[in-house]
């Protein structure tokens, strides 16, 4: 099992619907929390950054945080086709700032 | 914000040559940097951390002869991949950090060796 899961996708959905992406893991120690956005052939920029559990909302975005679950997700709210990009989980412990990455989720914003 | 200048953002170069590949933070001193190699729809795979004035550690499995990193200062850090295959061509990105506000990602390189 690898320690950070997340679906691929391709996740396509019509502009102005709700996203939801996830991700799930295995590492108890992991406390801070992360989701990048990638465009194609970009590197990854920042999104939200969260610190143990609870919710964090910045514009459109909405971050999840679920510790006894060991689950995060990010809510996209009145998705636009400029949001169609790769969204990378990112997940660190507090003893150690290098974050381990989901795979990426593919989401497509379709007018 | 932070910023962070990768470059070249995309090179072609013939097999067994060395490519450099430049990572700046403009606006912050960064503590650590890291380079991160990214295969066509896969994650990120870290190949190496590297801080200012010391030898970067390399993740298993990463050459570390193949890939040498240099730190010159903490805005600037090097990969040059040596003697680079076709096996090499891959999409390089850099990011770095000041501590526990996050990373900051450079906007990659993508290397094809023919």
């Known amino acids: 099992q690898k320690e950070v899961e997340q679906d691929p996708g391709p996740l396509s959905v019509p502009e102005g619907a709700i996203v939801s992406l996830n991700c799930t893991y295995s590492n108890s120690a992991f406390q801070y929390f992360m989701w990048y956005r990638q465009y194609s052939r970009k590197g990854p920029e920042l999104l939200m950054y969260t610190y143990s559990s609870g919710n964090k909302e910045d514009g459109r975005f909405t971050a999840q945080v679920d510790k006894s679950s060991k689950y995060i997700s990010l809510f996209i709210r009145d998705s636009q086709p400029s949001d169609s990009a790769t969204y990378l989980c990112?997940?660190?412990?507090?003893?150690?700032?290098?974050?381990?990455f989901g795979r990426g989720t593919s989401l497509i914003v379709h007018p | 914000g932070a910023v962070v200048s990768q470059h070249p953002s995309r090179v072609i170069c013939k097999s067994g040559t060395s490519v450099k590949i430049e990572c700046r933070s403009l606006d912050f001193q960064a503590t650590t940097m890291f380079w991160y190699r990214q295969f066509p729809k896969q994650s990120l795979m870290l190949m190496a951390t590297s801080n200012e004035g010391s030898k970067a550690t390399y993740e298993q499995g990463v050459e570390k002869d193949k890939f040498l990193i240099n730190h010159a200062s903490l805005t600037l850090s090097t990969l040059t991949v040596t003697s680079a295959h076709p096996e090499d061509s891959s999409f390089y990105i850099c990011?770095?950090?000041?501590?526990?506000?996050?990373?900051?990602f450079g906007s990659g390189t993508r290397l094809t060796v023919v």
């Open positions: 990112a997940m660190s412990s507090g003893g150690s700032y290098i974050p381990t």
């Open positions: 990011s770095a950090t000041r501590g526990s506000d996050g990373y900051t």
